[in-house]
T-cell receptor
Framework: DAGVIQSPRHEVTEMGQEVTLRCKPI?????LFWYRQTMMRGLELLIY????????DSGMPEDRFSAKMPNASFSTLKIQPSEPRDSAVYFC?????????????FGSGTRLTVV | KQEVTQIPAALSVPEGENLVLNCSFT??????LQWFRQDPGKGLTSLLL?????REQTSGRLNASLDKSSGRSTLYIAASQPGDSATYLC???????????FGPGTSLSVIP
């Protein structure tokens, strides 16, 4: 298993541009999570999906952020328009649910820099 | 609202020492608790997962305990090594729908 795959690993963009981050969860995991990590705020849960359905998006900071999970093997996090304060490392994680809940597996993250 | 804290925020120890990292949570109604390690510039690696019905889990030199009633977990690292230097985060899962709250982490430095 290749684990949770995120792309790109690094993204540098100008303020105002649209940014799309991608995530492929572990096959068979039915929960997917997007986190943002900064020095100031630590790890923040942005949104999570269960069986491709958004369950809680209360962590999404503004309407500029949106996330989709069109199928069980792919999710995107979009920022439009991007701002310098969006600079952070964005992590995707997945886990399996059902009767027994296992732990999270994290991707390597996407380091976003908005200049 | 569940809050997770970790003490200390940073810790520096000489190689070979045994050490304990602490994690506290305000709502004892958790589903499970997980300890992670994060190396600088990298993602999180799962170390140990304790289900709510368990008291402890062990993996190699690591031992994690859970006391739900007091809202505490500890991560014990035996015979620390420089390679153990990293940030250690604990995370509690609130429900079976996998909402997880992370602590701020403890930055560990093991000095050769």
């Amino acid at each position: 298993d290749a684990g949770v795959i995120q792309s790109p690993r690094h993204e540098v963009t100008e303020m105002g541009q649209e940014v799309t981050l991608r995530c492929k969860p572990i096959s068979g995991h039915n929960s997917l999570f997007w986190y943002r990590q900064t020095m100031m705020r630590g790890l923040e849960l942005l949104i999570y999906f269960n069986n491709n359905v958004p369950i809680d998006d209360s962590g999404m900071p503004e309407d500029r952020f949106s996330a989709k999970m069109p199928n069980a093997s792919f999710s995107t996090l979009k920022i439009q328009p991007s701002e310098p304060r969006d600079s952070a490392v964005y992590f995707c994680a997945s886990s399996s649910g059902g009767g027994r809940i296992f732990g999270y597996t994290f991707g390597s993250g996407t380091r976003l820099t908005v200049v | 609202k569940q809050e997770v804290t970790q003490i200390p925020a940073a810790l520096s120890v000489p190689e070979g020492e045994n050490l304990v990292l602490n994690c506290s949570f305000t709502d004892s109604a958790i589903y499970n608790l997980q300890w992670f390690r994060q190396d600088p510039g990298k993602g999180l690696t799962s170390l140990l997962l304790i289900q709510s019905s368990q008291r402890e889990q062990t993996s190699g030199r690591l031992n994690a305990s859970l006391d739900k009633s007091s809202g505490r977990s500890t991560l014990y690292i035996a015979a620390s090594q420089p390679g153990d230097s990293a940030t250690y985060l604990c995370a509690v899962k609130k429900t079976s729908y996998d909402k997880v709250i992370f602590g701020p982490g403890t930055s560990l430095s093991v000095i050769p």
